[in-house]
């Protein structure tokens, strides 16, 4: 048998898993994001890897013996947050329970623990497995050992091997300690060579092997400033390099025998999880109190062949079970129904039948907890049943209360509130190829527990929703907005199929066209679609500048042609090839495929329970992503019409919205000003940096300026700027400081609101829309710096969501008021889209401004711009 140990980095992988989740509680306020991350990461680790043997070491110390040399080493980093602090017993606790060794060593790192034991493990005829978060660590790849570092999230991961290695950084796992030493290392304050960076460390290591060998040889440098600080700091090269070696000749006191896994403790695992509130794992436990083998607690209920009044009361909790993602027109399963009357299971031949059920499912006084709503409306619309009366959305509040979980499996997030007596879909119903139907019973069964766990659910949500103060969000305008959304999805957007096809044959035409044109400077005929063909082209034939080469080839992505742009003639074709190629397979023949014969409309779903920022998403098809950039994707907008002869498509969209909500927000005087005197925001920026008057503002200036105002709206940084505008680092840096000179407003509420974050964990929109951003904290510097423009955006760019979603709201609310014929087909980013009859137009031109514009009020006023025409396209 082979033998395989997994050696793995505790701290660095608890670290990894509390900043990839949001901050979770048990009942007991303990927080255990942390440790459910690491559960989860130990479960994939058993179950891919299979080890025979298997540690997980952790640091014992805040000191070691590296501070002896350099007292600074990890000086920089952050004091760990209490919420994962609080965590670490718990782990060792959880690895005890999994009857998995643990170690640490007084004075040395949890890395000096793994390296002395792979070494051991391959002196030993070990297959080796190294599991951390930290790239310190791939200095100890070899034949036999592999690295394994997670890159974000808690699932995906780079393999270190010593070709890996190579074809990343063009040198040997050995050489990473002299790169260290060269370039520093931030997050664990080892000073390196100041300005030398990763490039630089590895041409010079390329080129001379070692650090000592280099340190011997700099005379032979190219560079005077480069040769100067090599000089300069070689002493500080080599004791960075020592800093950075992982000592492999620890004085462990564990031997590799003791390290052998025989799998866990049932009991303890199941104790654990319990406490901690992990009732979604518990399926996955095997061991003496099997958790699959024990019976659900019994539940009564009764399988009608009647539909009668006395099944219904003021309120009831209903499922109806549809498994197909794309429910428009899929099979319902059955329906699920429980009050105080009792629980019942309707067959839905029965229920598509009965007067009684349709005539309960309309009656808009009795109400409904359902679990995505609009789901269930648009499925039994299809059906010719009209379902209203929904009161309480039990996914939506999920929704509301934990945004960065997507789950939309009713168990799942029962679990997640200790409600454990409903069975997962999947495992009732499998996956993908295998998922079949059950029984009756035991799909009447488990439709009836989904409908007992949703008033339980809403009694949970109910509470937690008027704690965070977002009761008003959820009833005022999430669950509003779902029905709207219900309606725009049943009613479709017309598609002109003859005219879609004939764009495609003109793409196909315009292909060929731009292909012979590829082949004419080319010099000759290849498959423009494969990299590889393509890269000899390019880098063999052309001689073009190879910036990336792949263990396949020459990397052709798109980032690298963008580069060899100016170099030669060929790219801006290849480019154009590419981009009218994605078209005509994405959206020509894709739109084709998603079209209903029947009603010639495609009836995209609306995600609304998807993003962490609050904005909707479409699919199937997706009709936000239509590339309108480019011509011909514009085009592609013709073949969207009215349902009507005679009636226009008009379409409203607000303008700068998220800028207007950052004047808003940072309260910036010269910004509110601004919109306030209704100038041109981009102009007037360019007019504040560059300290000119109106007319001097040249169109570069303006270009700047509308690259900053929305950069700095995603927290851009200097580095960002200047490559959109192509300008050098330092320039754009400078452009960033006099645009806070300008607008201070706006640079304080960047500052406070990072900080906010620091102590609250999470932001808030203006209504009350929230974001957990645990990584905050981060000690990483791009985690943390990519938290902290997270936290700058979302309360801008969550606002303008709720403001479009509050306008659609009072429009379909003023369409009936006004009793027009007009409907409201889609949404797309902050773009509003109707149909309405010829008549109504006036009409439109009037209302729809108003209504969008008065949506919220804000420190400026909202400004919408409308037009219309017989097409989407001619609506612009």
Aim: aromatic residues 8%.
């Amino acid at each position: 048998m082979n033998k395989k140990i997994v050696l793995v980095d505790g701290n660095s992988i608890a670290y990894r898993a509390f900043f990839a989740l949001p901050l979770l509680n048990n009942d007991k306020g303990v927080h255990t994001n942390a440790i459910y991350g690491f559960t989860m990461i130990l479960n994939r680790i058993l179950e891919q890897e299979k080890p025979t043997h298997i540690l997980v070491a952790f640091d014992a110390g805040k000191t070691t013996f590296r501070h002896s040399t350099f007292s600074e080493y990890k000086g920089g980093r952050q004091k760990t947050p209490p919420e994962l602090s609080e965590q670490f017993p718990f782990l060792r606790e959880l690895l005890d329970a999994y009857k998995i060794a643990r170690y640490e060593l007084e004075n040395y790192e949890a890395d000096d623990i793994i390296g002395t034991l792979s070494l051991q493990a391959e002196k030993e005829g070990f297959e080796v497995k190294v599991i951390s978060g930290d790239k310190d660590l791939t200095q100890l790849a070899s034949d036999r050992v592999t690295v394994d570092i997670t890159k974000k999230g808690i699932t995906d991961v780079d393999s270190y091997t010593p070709d890996f290695i190579n074809e990343k950084y063009g040198i040997t796992p050995e050489r990473i300690i002299d790169m260290k030493g060269l370039m520093g290392d931030s997050s664990d304050n080892i000073p390196g060579v100041p300005g030398v960076g990763e490039k630089t460390a590895i041409k010079l290591l390329q080129e001379f092997h070692t650090l000592e060998d280099l340190l011997d040889s700099i005379d032979k440098v190219s560079g005077k400033k480069l040769k100067e600080k090599l000089e300069e700091h070689k002493e500080q090269a080599i004791m960075s390099k020592q800093l950075a070696t992982i000592y492999r000749e620890a004085p462990i006191e564990i031997g590799i025998s003791e390290l052998e896994y025989n799998g866990y403790d049932g009991d303890q695992v199941i104790k654990l999880f319990k406490e901690l509130g992990f009732n979604s794992l518990l399926d996955k436990v095997e061991g003496s109190e099997k958790i699959e083998d024990q019976p659900l607690e019994e539940i009564s209920y009764k399988i009608v062949d009647r539909v009668t009044d006395d099944m219904f009361s003021f309120e009831s909790s209903l499922i109806v079970e549809v498994l197909d993602e794309s429910y428009h027109r899929a099979d319902i399963q059955g329906i699920g129904i429980s009050n105080e009357n009792g629980n019942f299971y309707i067959p839905t031949k029965l229920a598509l039948e009965s007067e009684t059920f349709k005539e309960w499912a309309k009656d808009n006084d009795k109400r409904k907890i359902v679990f995505d709503g609009k789901k269930s409306l648009v499925a039994l619309r299809w059906k010719g049943i009209d379902l209203q009366g929904i009161d309480f959305d039990c996914l939506i509040a999920s929704y509301i209360l934990n945004p960065s979980d997507s789950t939309d499996d009713v168990a799942a997030i029962a679990k997640l509130k200790g409600i454990t007596d409903v069975q997962t879909d999947e495992t009732v119903y499998g996956r993908g190829a295998k998922q079949s139907i059950p029984d009756e019973k035991e799909l009447s069964e488990h439709i009836v527990r989904k409908a007992v766990a949703l008033k339980k659910l809403q009694d949970i949500f109910l509470q937690e929703l008027q704690e965070n103060e977002q009761y008003k969000l959820f009833t005022d305008l999430e669950m509003p907005l779902s029905l709207i959304l219900a309606e725009m999805e049943a009613t479709g957007v017309k598609v002109d199929v003859e005219r879609l096809k004939a764009m495609g044959e003109e793409l196909k035409a315009h292909l060929q066209e731009l292909e012979q044109k590829i082949y004419e400077l080319a010099g000759e005929e290849f498959n423009i679609n494969s990299p590889k063909q393509l890269g000899v082209i390019l880098f063999e034939k052309l001689q073009l500048t190879v910036y990336k080469k792949t263990k396949t080839g020459y990397s052709t992505s798109a980032d690298i042609l963008e580069k060899l742009a100016k170099e030669h003639e060929i790219i801006e074709y290849i480019l154009h090839y590419r981009q009218v190629g994605k078209l005509q397979s994405t959206y020509i023949e894709g739109l084709l495929k998603v079209v209903h014969d029947d009603t010639c409309k495609v009836h995209t779903r609306f995600q609304q329970a998807l993003t962490q920022t609050g904005r909707l998403s479409s699919t199937d098809p997706n009709l936000q992503n239509i590339p309108i950039r480019l011509e011909e994707g514009r085009k592609i907008r013709q073949a969207f019409v009215p349902s009507k002869k005679d009636w226009f498509m008009f379409a409203a969209d607000y303008s700068q919205i998220e800028l207007r909500v950052l004047a808003h927000i940072a309260n910036d005087e010269n910004l509110i000003q601004a919109f306030t005197n209704d100038l041109d925001i981009h102009t007037k920026t360019a007019m504040d940096v560059f300290h000119v008057k109106e007319d001097e503002v040249t169109s570069n200036m303006r270009r700047q300026a509308k690259a900053v105002n929305f950069g700095i709206v995603y927290g851009i940084s200097d580095f960002g700027l200047s490559q959109n505008l192509g300008i050098t680092r330092k320039e754009a840096g400078q452009f960033i400081e006099r645009y806070f000179a300008s607008f201070p407003g706006v640079k304080e509420y960047m500052e406070d609101i990072v900080e906010d974050v620091r102590q609250k964990g999470y932001v808030s929109t203006l209504l009350h829309r929230r974001r957990y951003i645990p990584e905050i904290t981060a000690r990483n510097f791009n985690v943390r710096s990519f938290a902290e423009r997270t936290a700058m955006n979302t309360p801008i760019q969550g606002s303008a969501a709720d403001i479009i979603k509050k306008a659609m709201i009072d429009m379909a609310a003023r369409l009936k008021e006004e009793k027009l014929q007009a409907k409201l087909l889609l949404q797309v980013h902050d773009e509003l889209i109707f149909e309405a009859p010829e008549e109504e137009i006036e009409t439109l031109k009037k209302i729809v401004p108003e209504v969008m514009e008065n949506a919220i009020s804000l420190k400026v006023p909202l400004k919408v711009d409308y037009a219309y025409g017989k097409t989407w396209y001619d609506a612009k």
